[in-house]
């Protein structure tokens, strides 16, 4: 989960899965909406799919990156276990 909040606190990282959230895209098509160089973005790629956020999938000649939902709903439910009053707390 550690890799995940790291991975999370940068925006281009966060920018990245806002348009994987709309479909699979290749890493040239994900550099396209960015102006920095490709091997930046494939580090930024890199570090998501170590945080376990994203995968990818050989189609052809092409890597295709897609979130993966899974690590997503484990750091939600994690979150919200900060909105449930615990009954040793309770007064």
Sequence with gaps: MK???KA???PTRREILDLLKKGDLTAGEI????????????????LL???????DEK????????????VF???ISWAMTF?????AHDV
């Design 3 to 5: 890799e995940a909040f």
């Design 31 to 46: 550099a396209d909406q960015f102006d920095m160089s490709k091997p930046s973005i494939s580090q930024h790629l890199r």
């Design 83 to 87: 909105t449930h009053k615990g009954d």
């Design 59 to 70: 189609k052809g000649q092409f890597i295709y990156y897609h979130l993966n939902i899974t």
């Design 73 to 75: 709903q484990e750091l």
């Design 49 to 55: 799919k170590q945080a376990g956020l994203v995968d």
């Design 8 to 10: 999370l606190a940068d």
